[in-house]
């Protein structure tokens, strides 16, 4: 059975830097394109960046290129969101996402992601 779990997050200050950590279980790493989602109080779960292994490049929403990266590490079947120059509007709860009939223009879809990690705390406050 396919599962995403999830680590790190917290608490930071504005302008603080955070990194969520997403590691696949029971599946195989390279056969799935990889998202980041992100869904602030009060408001619907939106598309942060994504990522298809034969795609050759990661995409991003515009509010957060330049701030966040995604990256990856095979060995550890692991995908990882670095968070850099963190501001209030990003607090929310962040999900990363797997999907197995990802297609570039498919990754910010939600419905095309067939595996979901619980979900993780982001804070930004001073």
């Known amino acids: 059975q396919v599962q995403l779990m999830q680590s790190g997050g917290g608490l930071v200050q504005p302008g603080g830097s955070l990194r969520v950590s997403c590691t696949l279980s029971?599946?195989?790493?390279?056969?799935?394109?990889w998202g980041w989602f992100r869904q602030a109080p009060g408001k619907e779960r939106e598309f942060v960046g994504a990522f298809r292994f034969s795609g050759g490049r990661t995409y991003y929403t515009d509010s957060v290129k330049g701030r966040f990266t995604i990256s990856r590490d095979n060995a550890k079947s692991t995908v990882y969101l670095q968070m850099n120059s963190l501001s209030p509007e990003d607090t929310a709860v962040y999900y990363c996402a797997a999907g197995s009939r990802l297609i570039t223009s498919s990754l910010g879809s939600q419905a095309m992601y067939d595996n979901w990690g619980q979900g993780t705390q982001v804070t930004v406050s001073s």
């Open positions: 029971g599946g195989t790493f390279g056969n799935y394109g």
